[in-house]
């Protein structure tokens, strides 16, 4: 049975988390033997149509799914909330990680197969993915291998443009705006596919150009170089260049201090068929061709290295 053919099932499920709202999973799997768990989670004001398309069935989430995987795709709270509502029920970074992430890992562990799990970060996701396993390091023997897509901390200079963008668009205009509206309007501004909390955009925004610890004193930048960390895979888009995606996203391997990282920059310039967005790594029909067979022969690696005893510890 080839892979365009193979059954795929998909369920969402709803996770309970604090003051009546609830955390979400996307599982998208294959009908017979659903093999290694992935989980993916999205970044900021998105959700996690970031991985795949339900209605045309495209994107990283099915090619994963057809190729064997069981994937959970996470999603924060309030993702489809309306503004006076998200204006409401205030959500920061914190939440994310003691409360939604926790929830979101349990429900796939009470699903997937025993043995090691693959997680995917996209953007923000990244850093929250990071900093969840930097207060939960006991986590990391259960990971074979963890890929990055634009990840991001400590936004790296690049010249005016991104300047501008990071120092007036974001840290002025779009942080005046939210405080006057009491959440981010991402959707009509045109910066993302969801609405997004106040306290989480600002929590985010902290952590761009201040230190990476959180409210109570907890130093990740420490905490991460100290990890073990499984086999990394890091892509990054040179679509519009004056961002310094790629710039970004090597500062963000090596705040994690030594590991077996890669960096796979994506764009014409370096022989891909296309520029792609940022938003569009995991979506891009292009992609399933260009650098999807790279990603899925790293993961097939990885399973393949994984100790025949593995499962049964």
């Known amino acids: 049975m080839t892979a365009s053919r193979i059954?795929?099932?998909?369920?969402?499920?709803?996770?309970?988390?604090?003051?009546?709202?609830?955390?979400?999973?996307?599982?998208?799997?294959p009908a017979q033997a659903p093999g290694r768990a992935v989980f993916m989670l999205h970044g900021l004001m998105d959700d996690a149509t970031c991985f795949h398309n339900p209605q045309t069935r495209t994107g990283l989430a099915y090619v994963l799914a057809r190729a064997g995987y069981d994937v959970y795709l996470g999603e924060l709270r309030s993702r489809r909330m309306q503004g006076e509502v998200l204006?409401?029920?205030p959500f920061g970074v914190e939440e994310a990680l003691t409360e939604d992430l926790p929830r979101l890992l349990e429900a796939v562990d009470t699903r997937a197969n025993p043995g090691g799990q693959i997680w995917i970060g996209q953007g923000f996701g990244s850093l929250l993915l990071s900093s969840y396993l930097a207060r939960n390091p006991s986590v990391l023997s259960q990971l074979l291998g963890m890929v990055h897509f634009s990840p991001f901390r400590e936004s790296q200079a690049a010249g005016r443009i991104k300047h501008f963008w990071i120092n007036w668009l974001h840290l002025r205009g779009?942080?005046?705006?939210?405080?006057?509206?009491?959440?981010?309007?991402?959707?009509?501004?045109?910066?993302?596919?969801?609405?997004?909390?106040?306290?989480?955009?600002?929590?985010?925004?902290?952590w761009l150009d201040s230190p990476w610890v959180s409210p109570q004193g907890f130093d990740y930048s420490a905490a991460v170089k100290s990890l073990d960390w499984p086999p990394s895979l890091y892509?990054?888009?040179?679509?519009?260049?004056?961002?310094a995606s790629d710039a970004d996203a090597?500062?963000?391997?090596?705040?994690?201090?030594a590991h077996n990282g890669r960096l796979v920059k994506l764009g014409r310039r370096v022989g891909n068929q296309q520029n792609y967005k940022r938003s569009q790594l995991c979506l891009d029909q292009a992609a399933e061709q260009d650098y999807f067979p790279l990603l899925l022969d790293w993961l097939a690696d990885l399973v393949t290295a994984q100790p025949?005893?593995?499962d049964s510890q």
């Open 7 to 29: 059954s795929i099932i998909e369920e969402r499920i709803n996770l309970p988390v604090a003051n009546q709202q609830f955390a979400q999973l996307v599982r998208i799997y």
């Open 87 to 89: 204006k409401e029920h």
């Open 174 to 206: 779009v942080k005046v705006i939210t405080r006057l509206l009491g959440y981010v309007p991402a959707v009509k501004l045109k910066l993302g596919r969801c609405n997004e909390s106040q306290q989480f955009y600002l929590d985010a925004l902290n």
């Open 235 to 243: 892509f990054a888009s040179l679509y519009q260049s004056w961002r």
């Open 250 to 257: 090597r500062a963000f391997m090596f705040d994690l201090g």
């Open 308 to 310: 025949a005893n593995a």
